[in-house]
């Protein structure tokens, strides 16, 4: 998730109580829900770098707890006040567990399990960046000062706004719990329906849903066969098979070019992160003879408007002349 709900979460979590667990608890509940993503240093190296690096060990069950305590001895040693090292641990604990769990609701993904494995594991139910998500937490962050406004001539002073701040955020964290409930069962629909159906005369191999930003009832599904893959829409709303019109990517013919193209440090990288790959392979005009071998990840676009993709240019030769990745469509260098 953006570090702004990860941000929210964490105060939501100090105000619901954690905040009596140790002095400056607030403060490391917000930097403790952030704390895993301080691997975006990474970015400095470049895309292929952070694609590498971003979401890898600071995001695992084993990093929990040194990130936890990490956390903890920063706002003790920065601040230069005392804090309850169990209470706080505890706490520090709580917020970096609650960025790792809503990093795993998204289709992105995180690799949890490191350094045992690598593998990437998502739930595939919320965006990125949810808008929905945002509208909760925009509500219970302004909750206690709207009703403080509202009940200042029956609850006075600090007390009446401490009380006010904790109901608001016990019903923000209980609402994107059921929020994120309801985006599993719609998740499952939204499978089941892709799966129920026949493309061109065959059953699918696998099946994603992802979320619209807005629309909770609308799901972009990506379905995978032998030799396509089709990309359509589904409103849970309106889940009429016959209104489906897919988008169809082919798959290409194995060729050597594709075979070199893997050994490119890029396109080597990219292949450990790309959960839908999709080849495409075209004549490359600025060099004679040459390949120009891409590879998208169809959780994030497609050939038609990429997202995630990787690319390297073979030439006659077999040799491969330039490489690159990229968050958009990128150039070879």
Same mark, same amino acid.
């Given at each position: 998730m953006d570090n702004l709900?990860?941000?929210?979460? =964490?105060? +939501? @979590?100090? !105000?619901?109580?954690?905040?009596?667990?140790?002095?400056? &608890?607030? $403060?490391?509940?917000?930097?403790?829900?952030?704390?895993p993503d301080c691997d975006v240093v990474s970015w400095f190296g470049g895309s292929l770098t952070y694609l590498r690096y971003h979401r890898h060990i600071t995001h695992s069950l084993v990093a929990l707890p040194v990130m936890a305590l990490v956390t903890v001895a920063l706002i003790r040693f920065a601040g230069r006040k005392p804090v309850h090292w169990p209470g706080a641990f505890a706490a520090a604990c709580i917020g970096v567990g609650s960025h790792l769990l809503l990093d795993w609701t998204n289709i992105y993904g995180i690799r949890m399990?490191?350094?045992?494995?690598?593998?990437?594991?998502?739930?595939?139910?919320?965006?990125?960046?949810?808008?929905?998500?945002?509208?909760?937490?925009?509500?219970?962050?302004? =909750?206690? +000062? @709207?009703? !403080?406004?509202?009940?200042?001539?029956?609850?006075?002073? &600090?007390? $009446?706004?401490?009380?006010?701040?904790?109901?608001?955020?016990?019903v923000a964290l209980l609402f994107i719990l059921l929020w994120d409930?309801?985006?599993g069962v719609m998740h499952a629909r939204a499978v089941a329906t892709l799966s129920s159906r026949l493309y061109e005369g065959g059953?699918?191999?696998?099946?994603?849903?992802?979320?619209?930003?807005?629309?909770?009832?609308?799901?972009r599904g990506v379905v995978e066969t032998q030799g396509s893959f089709f990309v359509e829409d589904v409103n849970l709303a309106w889940p009429d098979p016959s209104e489906a019109r897919p988008a169809v990517f082919r798959k290409p013919d194995p060729?050597?070019?594709?075979?070199?193209?893997?050994?490119?440090?890029?396109?080597?990288?990219?292949?450990?992160f790309a959960q839908y790959p999709l080849w495409r392979v075209t004549p490359w005009t600025e060099m004679e003879n040459s390949r120009l071998v891409e590879l998208f990840?169809?959780?994030?676009?497609?050939?038609?408007?990429?997202?995630?993709?990787?690319?390297?240019?073979?030439?006659g030769n077999g040799q491969i002349v330039r490489s690159s990745f990229g968050f958009g469509t990128p150039r070879p260098r």
């Open positions: 709900t990860h941000t929210a979460i =964490g105060l +939501f @979590l100090a !105000r619901a109580g954690l905040k009596r667990l140790s002095p400056r &608890a607030t $403060g490391i509940l917000l930097l403790a829900a952030n704390a399990l490191l350094p045992f494995s690598g593998s990437w594991l998502r739930l595939d139910t919320t965006n990125i960046i949810d808008l929905w998500i945002w509208a909760i937490c925009l509500l219970g962050i302004v =909750g206690p +000062f @709207l009703s !403080r406004l509202v009940g200042s001539e029956i609850t006075s002073g &600090a007390a $009446g706004a401490r009380n006010h701040g904790r109901a608001s955020a016990i409930s309801a985006r059953l699918p191999m696998r099946v994603m849903a992802s979320p619209d930003a807005a629309n909770p009832f609308l799901w060729e050597p070019a594709i075979e070199v193209a893997r050994q490119s440090e890029a396109i080597r990288a990219f292949l450990e990840d169809m959780r994030f676009g497609s050939p038609a408007a990429p997202g995630f993709m990787a690319s390297a240019v073979v030439n």
